[in-house]
């Protein structure tokens, strides 16, 4: 079973227009990752926010968080062809020491040049 | 820092074989992950590593080895291959179960 879920699953934008991609989630997290996969590459960490925050900025990204919801966004401002890519959400689930990752199944995204 | 790596990058199996997927990390994590992703789908775990020595099954495990060789390696061997197990692998790291993950470039495997 998969804790997030992406939305929209696919999207296709111009080069320089905004981009947003929404993860709902079920149970309440200390955290949730979104993170990136280029096409046949291994993924790469984008982005931590953590249950108590909610928003967090790194370069051309803004991640905002809604525990009431449930919910997060991920925007990737002023798109460029490089952003093309795979994003997923990812939210921690477990206790004691072993917590885990536990991943949505991504929304795929076109920069159109 | 080579980072994550994984051996083989493809690898063709005819169903019954068995194989190990090798997996070394060089950034000194505590915790190992194996997961595979399959076309449309996000990663599921099939086992991890919280620290050496020890191993814990994720979402699939079914089919599935795993062998914490100490704190760099984390091997994953298929005892008797399945078109079901046809997949990408991939093996990462991290410090701890809820930080960031550092990913393998993945191990393409087709079962015949």
């Known amino acids: 079973s998969q804790q997030g879920e992406e939305d929209p699953q696919a999207l296709s934008i111009q080069e320089g227009e905004n981009a947003t991609m929404n993860c709902s989630y079920k149970?309440?997290?200390?955290?949730l990752q979104w993170y990136r996969q280029n096409s046949g590459r291994g993924l790469v960490h984008l982005i931590l926010?953590?249950?108590n925050e909610r928003e967090k900025h790194s370069g051309r990204l803004r991640v905002t968080l809604d525990t009431s919801k449930k919910s997060s966004s991920l925007l990737i401002t002023a798109s460029r062809a490089a952003d093309t890519a795979s994003y997923f959400c990812?939210?921690?689930?477990?206790?004691?020491?072993?917590?885990?990752?536990?991943w949505g199944a991504g929304t795929k995204l076109i920069i159109k040049p | 820092n080579a980072g994550v790596t994984q051996t083989p990058k493809f690898q063709v199996l005819k169903t019954g074989q068995s194989m190990t997927l090798q997996c070394a990390q060089d950034?000194?994590?505590?915790?190992m992950y194996w997961y595979r992703q399959d076309p449309g789908m996000g990663l599921r775990l099939i086992y991890y590593?919280?620290?050496?020595?020890?191993?814990d099954k994720g979402e699939v495990p079914n089919g599935y080895n795993v062998s914490r060789l100490n704190k760099r390696e984390f091997s994953l061997r298929l005892e008797s291959a399945a078109p079901s197990q046809t997949s990408v692998y991939f093996c990462?790291?991290?410090?701890?179960?809820?930080?960031?993950?550092?990913f393998g470039p993945g191990t393409r495997l087709t079962v015949l």
């Open positions: 990462a790291g991290g410090t701890s179960g809820r930080a960031e993950q550092f």
């Open positions: 950034m000194n994590h505590n915790s």
């Open positions: 590593s919280a620290s050496e020595g020890t191993t």
């Open positions: 149970t309440s997290i200390n955290n």
């Open positions: 926010i953590r249950s």
């Open positions: 990812a939210t921690d689930a477990g206790f004691g020491s072993n917590y885990q990752l536990i």
